[in-house]
């Protein structure tokens, strides 16, 4: 789990979030999950909110499985890029900042969204929450973007989720 990602995502994000797509109407809970979560992250596990945390998930495949979308909110520097190759590789619709896609040469509006500021973020999510057309073709083109420029690192990929399970 990236914390200084998890901060911005709960102080910055989720709250837009909650003012413009309310849970209650929409449906829509968030779902965050990470190793070794801090005390101060956990305080944050709300059901009644629409906010769960999975701490220390037993299965990155079966966690990644369960969710459509995956926000990367590095506000600072890289680090999340392989986070991102592999949402991407499950063929999930992702929403990045610039610095965590550094040195990744994805598109934006093609195969992944990106987003710098919070309201870029709400924006983006509020895209695919409303055009499954471009959610889904996000998702298919990330997973083609994958194959076609790091198949040979997929078996990293997969050596990687082994180690995490």
């Not at 009644?48 to 995956?70: G, K, Q």
């Not at 499950?90 to 309201?119: D, F, M, R, W």
Request: charged share 10%; aromatic share 8%.
């Amino acid at each position: 789990m990236h914390i200084p990602s998890v901060e911005w995502l709960l102080g910055n994000i989720l709250p837009l979030m909650e003012q413009y797509f309310p849970p209650h109407t929409w449906g829509t809970d968030y779902h965050l999950g990470g190793n070794n979560p801090p005390a101060h992250i956990l305080q944050y596990d709300n059901p009644a909110e629409h906010l769960h945390l999975h701490p220390n998930p037993s299965s990155v495949i079966d966690f990644l499985s369960r969710y459509d979308i995956m926000i990367a909110p590095q506000p600072t520097s890289n680090g999340l890029a392989f986070n991102v190759l592999h949402a991407m590789a499950y063929g999930k619709a992702v929403i990045a900042t610039s610095n965590t896609i550094q040195g990744i040469p994805c598109s934006h509006g093609e195969n992944i969204l990106v987003a710098n500021t919070p309201k870029e973020f709400v924006q983006c999510i509020g895209l695919l929450l409303h055009d499954a057309d471009l959610k889904s073709r996000i998702q298919t083109q990330a997973l083609n973007f994958v194959k076609t420029h790091y198949n040979s690192t997929l078996p990293l990929i997969q050596a990687y989720e082994e180690v995490l399970t």
